[in-house]
């Protein structure tokens, strides 16, 4: 595993981005600042981040609601998700999408996605289109457990392995569909067991473990990228708060949250970077300060670019 | 009355390996089948009681919950006193709750990563290792049937060395301080990361200590095997520095995956010597899975011991057994009667 310094220096601030946005969106959140819903990823930061550090530009993400990180680690435009989540005209759906629907076809983000397991048929499908057009690019599609359960999951996962298709299927099991445990929708606890259903090989790893996911994902891209077909990656993982903001979580067991903060990706990171002398303390509190500064500014473009005139929503509707 | 120990690991079988080599797919459904079948042989064994690891997958729970009615079972099956906390630590703890109850043997589900938890607390008490890991060189690919009913043999004193025998490992030490321990192998890695805990790249390994090495080995113990091979019971092991040198071989480093090794020294070990000198920042791999993080100005040592777990060889095990008349006449048809009655 070669990850140098300037690389885990920089999946570490990428980490502290996305968490830095999430905990701002809280604060606004709770302001009554922002308009319709938010789910955040708080404490999943090392699987978008350990995932999108293996892809190029050409490579798709396909996300899901909770999408943020997902958008944040592929490198998406802060002021412009920001905006979005604002509802401004400035914001990647002009302010009428919101926090579900930010895309960015450029940067190959397929959209965050309020349909739970939709993302997985779209990144199949921008697959199918890599292999055609035999371009060396390869699609990512981010679901989580419950989405597993989902007809879209067998859909895509079928096609994807029957035609070989250069695809990840990367599941973000966070123990709950909703307020449902895994253990009230599912009759197995490794998402990773279903791959055999569709032969292709799955794996399950430490999702709060940037490194152990960079890895894993890694290999899993490579295979897609040299021909080898789709993987099912199962990265085990915690959401700190609740299903969306304003659900307070009480279906938790208060000691697995405990146990589970304690395993928070970040710090397990900054542990790291310290033994290793990457970097000293003084260090990384500049790129969490700097990331938070970066978060604020975002804001203050959100805030100070105008509401969609309401004769907008009549454009965008179908294509030309 | 007699007690066996179940310890079924449902993470073994599902790591990185699957995708960096062909390692096999074990879910834990197979595993849930397995546990069948060691406890319908269990149940004709004489022996009365079961505790088993509690696990998140609930193996042992759904395996008896998944027998036929026609199969229901009398045995005594009860959870292991301990808490379960979703980690591999969960194996050490039960063979610890094992040990101090009086089990008489632990059949284990896993590979070789899962028996070096076992070893940690087992004590005295034999295990019985069945293989459903990806490196599997402590543990025997045995038939589950088979597994039961050689560790109720086991468990009913019917079987004594060489069948039941001592095992070698290699005591981890930091700074001059036991920190771990391994069954097979201790690898020094040029990684700084525990990561994904898999290891499969020859390029980045610096040193190997083997307490065994076959040609038919699979894993890193492989390169022993194929250099100079040492047997389970052999009063030696083995240290390879690997890097430019005379003797170059290949060696199954991982499933499908033989691999071209440069040997620059190597030297075989005596019971109780010291392997000294390796310098952070490392990691060591132990038993196929990176585990020790050694830091900058820490220095990491190995010896070799003879107090490994004990094991049970299932075939010589049932050999003594049948030797003392265990599966013939009127005793072995009263405990298969005592199933029958049971059903």
């Known amino acids: 595993m070669d990850l140098k310094k300037e690389q885990l220096l920089d999946i570490y601030k990428k980490m502290c981005t996305i968490r830095a946005f999430e905990s701002k969106i809280v604060e606004i959140f709770a302001a009554g600042k922002i308009p319709g819903f938010v789910h ?4 999943e930061e090392a699987v978008a981040t350990g995932v999108c550090a293996n892809l190029e530009t050409k490579d798709f993400i396909a996300s899901t609601h909770r999408g943020h990180g997902h958008l944040i680690a592929k ?45 997985m048929p779209i990144a199949t499908g921008a697959a199918f289109a890599c292999k055609y057009k035999n371009n060396g690019a390869v699609a990512v599609a981010f679901f989580g457990d419950g989405a597993s ?40 606890t490794d998402i990773s067991d279903r791959a055999s259903g569709y032969g292709i090989p799955g794996v399950s790893v430490d999702g709060n473990d940037v490194i152990a996911v960079y890895e894993a994902a890694g290999a899993a891209i490579e295979r897609a990228r040299k021909g080898d077909g789709p993987t099912l990656v199962e990265c085990k993982t915690w959401r700190h708060r609740g299903h969306f903001e304003g659900d307070p979580g009480a279906y938790k067991d208060p000691k697995d949250q405990e146990e589970w903060l304690k395993k928070d990706p970040i710090p397990r990171l900054e542990k790291n970077l310290l033994k290793l002398n990457y970097a000293v303390q003084a260090d990384l509190d500049k790129i969490k300060a700097d990331t938070e500064a970066d978060i604020e500014e975002a804001v203050k473009f959100a805030e100070s670019s105008p509401l969609p005139d309401p004769q907008e929503l009549f454009t965008d509707v179908y294509a030309d | 009355m007699a007690s066996v120990g179940i310890i079924a690991n449902p993470a073994s079988g599902k790591d990185i390996r699957r995708l960096v080599a062909y390692g096999i797919c074990f879910d834990n459904l197979e595993k849930v089948n397995i546990v069948k079948r060691c406890l319908l042989a269990l149940a004709v064994t004489g022996v009365d009681r079961v505790v088993y690891m509690p696990d998140y997958y609930g193996i042992v729970p759904r395996a008896v919950e998944g027998l036929a009615k026609a199969h229901h079972l009398s045995l005594d099956i009860v959870e292991a006193d301990m808490e379960m906390t979703g980690t591999q630590i969960d194996s050490a703890q039960a063979a610890l709750a094992m040990n101090q109850a009086g089990i008489g043997c632990i059949i284990t589900l896993g590979g070789d990563g899962t028996n070096r938890m076992v070893a940690k607390n087992c004590g005295d008490v034999p295990l019985l290792p069945i293989s459903t890991g990806t490196n599997n060189v402590f543990p025997q690919m045995v038939e589950g049937t088979i597994a039961g009913l050689a560790a109720g043999a086991v468990a009913c004193g019917l079987a004594d060395f060489p069948a039941v025998h001592r095992t070698k490992k290699i005591v981890v030490l930091k700074n001059g301080k036991p920190v771990d321990m391994a069954l097979i192998d201790a690898v020094v890695l040029k990684d700084i990361f525990i990561g994904s805990r898999a290891i499969w790249d020859e390029e980045r390994i610096r040193k190997v200590v083997v307490t065994r090495g076959e040609p038919d080995n699979i894993g890193i113990s492989s390169i022993a095997g194929n250099l100079h091979p040492i047997g389970i019971t052999e009063s030696k092991g083995m240290a390879i520095d690997l890097g430019p040198g005379n003797i170059s071989l290949m060696a199954p480093l991982a499933p499908g995956l033989i691999r071209p090794i440069q040997v620059a020294a190597y030297k075989i070990l005596e019971i109780g010597e010291e392997i000294n000198g390796e310098k952070g920042p490392l990691v060591i791999a132990l038993d196929g899975e990176r585990e020790v993080e050694v830091g900058e100005g820490e220095e990491v040592s190995f010896q070799l011991t003879f107090e490994g777990p004990r094991v049970a060889d299932p ?5 003594q057994a049948v030797a003392k008349g265990y599966s013939q006449g009127e005793q072995a048809m009263k405990k298969l009667h005592r199933l029958k009655e049971e059903n």
């Not at chain 1, 955040?40 to 404490?43: F, H, K, T």
């Open chain 1, 149 to 188: 359960d989902r007809a879209t999951f067998h859909e895509a996962l079928n096609l994807a392995s029957t035609w070989k298709l250069p695809v990840v299927f990367l599941c973000e099991n966070n123990g709950w569909a909703i307020s449902n445990s895994q253990k009230t929708h599912q009759n197995i």
């Open chain 2, 315 to 319: 075939r010589l095990v049932l050999r």
């Open chain 1, 40 to 43: 955040l990823y708080l404490g």
């Open chain 1, 75 to 119: 490198g998406g435009d802060l002021k412009s998700m920001m905006a979005e989540v604002f509802g401004r005209t400035t914001g990647y759906c002009k302010g009428k999408g919101g926090s579900m629907h930010i895309a960015d076809v450029d940067l190959g983000i397929l959209g965050a996605n309020g349909i739970v397991g939709a993302g």
